[in-house]
């Protein structure tokens, strides 16, 4: 083979580079049936992309919050009134000499719900797998 054809062979072998790094696409319907567009002449549907759990409406985590509580009260040695109603008849209380400090540790724990999505016109960052079979669809992308 003569230098012109190696060099014409190594110059086509760079045009054809294949970037395997994050890509943005934008989403054109939002789950459950999907579909995000990743340039002008690609759209991906719910069979091409494995998508973060956390994107999606409904998505649950178990949480705990440690931490001091403002109770919005600073009382010592006051007296506080309070009404019950129901039977016997409804009657009126007094606690006297009771101490309520302004901020109280306080520990919670419950579940945290997602209760929003992707929409249509979201951008998306996706990750393609090595064989650009499927994408991962990573997380909602934000310009500032």
Do not use: C, W
Not at 58 to 75: H, K, M, P, S
Not at 84 to 110: A, E, H, M, R, V
Not at 121 to 135: C, R
Request: no cysteine; proline share 6%; net charge negative.
């Amino acid at each position: 083979m003569d230098g012109i054809s190696e060099l014409a062979m190594l110059f086509k072998e760079r045009e054809n580079a294949i970037y395997m790094g994050p890509q943005v696409g934008k989403v054109i319907s939002p789950p459950p049936n999907i579909k995000v567009g990743l340039g002008d002449k690609i759209i991906l549907d719910k069979e091409d992309l494995i998508i973060s759990a956390h994107v999606l409406d409904g998505y649950q985590r178990e949480i705990e919050v440690t931490g001091i509580r403002n109770t919005g009260l600073n009382a010592s040695g006051g007296n506080m009134d309070f009404h019950l109603t129901g039977s016997p008849p409804s009657k009126n209380y007094t606690i006297t000499g009771f101490s309520i400090p302004q901020s109280i540790l306080n520990k919670s724990d419950g579940t945290l719900k997602y209760m929003d999505t992707l929409n249509a016109g979201d951008e998306v960052i996706l990750i393609p797998s090595n064989d650009h079979q499927k994408y991962y669809l990573v997380d909602k992308a934000v310009r500032l």
